[in-house]
């Protein structure tokens, strides 16, 4: 596995994350018939917060992002993306399980949704994610955090 690094993001980060959500997503999205190219970027800047996110560093350049957001007392991974080129060798698994860990020890619940069909889907519940509810085009998933280990 190449070398890789969380940095947190920033406001600078905006239109690289948002061009990277793009082309991470066209696939998916034209699969199933909800690609659009000016709203795929627009959905990121709307809700890009640099207070809750990270990029991530690939030989020091953005490979990918990832957000962490606290709500109601759990959190929902968001902006979850890894260059396509880097995909399926380990990268994407580190960083899911260093965001895990976190979670595990404050005891947090976390949810996410996954686009249908999206091979993301296996890579969380590798991690543990079960599905809550799904329709059409969404999958929801929601993970309880894993016990643990006295003085951890």
Known sequence: MLDWSLRPASMADVEAVAELRAVVLKADLERLGRYDEQRVR???????????????????????????????????LEHFYLAPDLQGGGIGSAVLGRLLERCDREGALIRLNVLQGSPARRLYERHGFTVETEDEVDV????DPAPTAPGS
């Open 140 to 143: 929801f998933m929601v993970r």
């Open 42 to 76: 627009q959905r990121l800047r709307a809700g890009f917060t640099p207070a809750h996110t990270w990029t991530i560093e690939v030989s020091g350049v953005l490979a990918g992002c990832v957000a962490l957001r606290p709500a109601d007392g759990a959190y929902w």
